[in-house]
C-alpha cells in the first residue's frame, strides 16, 4: 500500500487511521469539515473539493458520521422522531458517502488491488436490531450499507481487484460517542484504527460488498 485518501481526517478513528497508515510510510491525503471544508451537508463543495484531487489510491477511506444533529441525540421512541433532524443525520451518513462514491472510479488504482472502506455501524443492521431506538441513526446507516453494496457491484465491472466493504469500528472512546457508551465495552481510536488496518489488509476479493467487523467477523444485513 502506497497511497491512501481518508476521509473524515479529524475525528478520532479518521485520525488515527491516518496516523497509523503514515507510521506505515503510506502517503496520505487526509480531508476533514474542521481542517479543509469538507462539507458533505454543501454536495457542490464537497464535490469540488473531490474534483481537485488527481492522484489515484490503493486505499479510501470513509469516516463519515453522526449520531444526531449538534444539541440532539438519538431518539428513543417513535414519537422523538423530526423530520429536520433526519434529513441530516441522513445527509451525512448515506448521501455524504455517496458524494465520495461517485469519484470512486476515478480514484482508485484501476489494475492493482484497492480497498474502499467505509465506517457503518452494527446498528445499522436490520437482523441485528432487537432493541429498537436511535432511528435515524440505523436507518441511515442501513442506508449506507445499501448504497455500497451497489458500488462494490459496479466497481467490480471496472476495477476488477477493488475491494468496497463496510466496517463496523465497535464502539470507541472518541467525542462521537462519549455520552452514549454506557456500559458498552469501548476502546481508543488508536486500537480501533490497528484492528481496523488488520482487516483491510486480509480482505479478499470476494469479501467485496460485505459487512465486517473490527475483529473481521461478518455483520448480517
Known sequence: ???????GASGGIGGALAD????????????????????????DRADAMLDQITDRYDLIVVA??????????????????????MARVFAVNAVGPA?????????????????????????????????????????????????????????KRTHPASICV????????????ENYAARHKTVSAIKAATDLMHVVDGLLPQQTGGFYDYSGNEVPW
Open 64 to 85: 463519515l458520521g453522526i449520531l444526531a444533529p449538534p444539541g440532539q441525540a438519538p431518539e428513543k421512541s417513535l414519537s422523538a422522531m423530526d423530520h429536520s433532524a
Open 99 to 155: 458524494i465520495v462514491a461517485r469519484h470512486l472510479p476515478r480514484l482508485l488504482q484501476r489494475d492493482t488491488r484497492a480497498v474502499v472502506a467505509v465506517l457503518s455501524a452494527r446498528v445499522g443492521s436490520i437482523g441485528d436490531n432487537e432493541i429498537g431506538g436511535w432511528h435515524s441513526y440505523r436507518a441511515s446507516k442501513a442506508a449506507l450499507n445499501q448504497i455500497l453494496r451497489g458500488a462494490a457491484i459496479e466497481l
Open 20 to 43: 497509523a497508515l503514515e507510521a506505515r510510510r503510506v502517503s496520505v491525503t487526509a480531508l476533514s469539515r474542521s481542517v479543509d471544508g469538507f462539507d458533505v451537508e454543501q454536495p
Open 166 to 177: 463496510a466496517l463496523h469500528p465497535g464502539t470507541v472512546r472518541t467525542a462521537f460517542t
Open 1 to 7: 500500500m502506497e497511497n491512501a485518501l481518508i476521509i
